[in-house]
């Protein structure tokens, strides 16, 4: 009975002052292992994520510490309650070795631009080669970069910021981290998680919004695939030319368009398909690990649980709205002049979250009709958007850059 009534006492102790806060985070971690398990979305990224959040989510993992000696792990405390001061951060526990990969692989934007060459030799561009007017589509889904930009600059005065944020509607979590590092915005660890979130629950995000501005008969146009005979010499050259074109037009995209094509330079060769096999598993497989529990240091619930960071949740679960809504909207305007109807709903599939959304669209295809094959024509409109994202980060940057 003592064992009992202890065990009971140390609970009651930890539900004390904002301790509630960390047990929600329990929640909130759980229900991403949940999807991550259960419903097998993008398991790599949301259980490490999911992990993470309960393991920053202890007693003692960060401390607020004074310099009279005083410790609390209130850290809704601004100042000290024995001589007034400022606090400092204590790390410990889990938090330690966190904070050591976060500055490592995050804040030096290593992760990223890593994981952009396993991205870049996974993507086959021959969809897009074959119809390149699916450009267009990728382009038109950014539009809830800039729609997110004005909305954001309301709550969020400073340019680092808003513009910051605004990014989170590229659905591209590398591209969120190096323009928010590179802009110095204070809240790169929220938009870094409203990034990689959304990324991952794109499946649940983008169907209600695609039947929403569709109809049936839409949903059921069917879009003949038509390959073209692209060669290899010009699938070798697609990937130098877009580097060159993008980084004299966007030097900000240099880093970020140069590794994704780098990655698709080592695909399309011919000549390192082991090297590419590796990049495409190994390589991007162990980055994204990684960088799902680097991500979790910032799910404390100091962090997490506060006006600002929720704020930027909900912008960015309206930037990746409007960016769907831009693309299939953009779909059915397309169709108003052309011969050949298109089915609006690969314009949903212009966010850059490559391959979930090109997948997505050919899914609500194929429940509209067992015989509307849509994955090439949807393919062709991601990797699109894949390239139009990373050159709208650099353009906000370019705009940016120059008033730091």
């Not at 910051?164 to 809240?187: E, F, Q």
């Not at 909207?329 to 052309?338: E, H, P, Q, R, T």
């Not at 994202?389 to 850059?401: H, R």
Request: aromatic fraction near 10%; glycine fraction near 10%; proline fraction near 5%.
């Amino acid at each position: 009975m003592k064992e009992i009534m202890s065990l009971f006492g140390t609970l009651l102790g930890f539900f004390q002052g904002n301790n509630w806060q960390m047990f929600l985070m329990w929640i909130i971690g759980g229900v991403l292992i949940y999807l991550a398990i259960k419903k097998e979305m993008e398991p790599t990224l949301l259980l490490p994520i999911g992990f993470g959040a309960i393991l920053m989510n202890f007693p003692g993992v960060v401390k607020h510490v004074c310099q009279c000696g005083f410790e609390t792990m209130d850290l809704t405390l601004e100042k000290c309650v024995e001589c007034g001061g400022e606090f400092t951060q204590k790390l410990g526990g889990i938090a330690e070795p966190l904070e050591t990969l976060y500055h490592a692989g995050i804040a030096s934007e290593l992760f990223p631009l890593i994981l952009f060459i396993g991205i870049g030799a996974m993507i086959d561009f021959g969809p897009l080669l074959s119809n390149p007017k699916l450009m267009i589509f990728g382009a038109a889904a950014q539009f809830g970069i800039f729609f997110t930009m004005c909305m954001a600059s309301v709550f969020f005065p400073d340019f680092r910021d808003f513009a910051s944020i605004a990014v989170i509607g590229a659905a591209d979590g590398p591209t969120s981290i190096v323009v928010a590092n590179t802009l110095g915005s204070k809240y790169v660890g929220a938009i870094t998680v409203a990034a990689y979130s959304y990324m991952a629950l794109v499946p649940i995000i983008q169907p209600p919004v695609i039947k929403f501005l569709t109809t049936e008969k839409e949903r059921k146009i069917r879009m003949p695939y038509k390959p073209a005979n692209v060669s290899k010499t010009t699938k070798i050259l697609f990937p130098i030319i877009i580097s060159i074109v993008a980084c004299a037009f966007a030097p900000g995209a240099g880093s970020l368009i140069g590794f994704l094509m780098f990655g698709n330079l080592i695909r399309e060769c011919g000549v390192l398909d082991s090297i590419s096999e590796t990049a495409q598993k190994v390589l991007a497989n162990l980055i994204t690990i990684f960088l799902g529990i680097t991500i979790a240091f910032n799910m404390t619930a100091s962090q997490f649980l506060n006006f600002e960071t929720l704020l930027i949740m909900g912008l960015g679960l309206i930037a990746f709205i409007v960016d769907t809504a831009g693309g299939v909207l953009f779909g059915k305007l397309y169709n108003i002049f052309a011969k050949e109807k298109i089915n609006p709903m690969i314009g949903a599939a212009g966010i850059s979250a490559f391959p979930m959304a090109g997948r997505i669209v050919n899914k609500l295809g194929l429940e509209a009709d067992n015989q509307n094959f849509l994955l090439m024509h949807s393919i062709g409109v991601n990797v699109s958007g894949q390239i139009a994202s990373v050159i709208a980060g650099a353009l906000i940057l370019n705009i940016f850059v120059p008033m730091l």
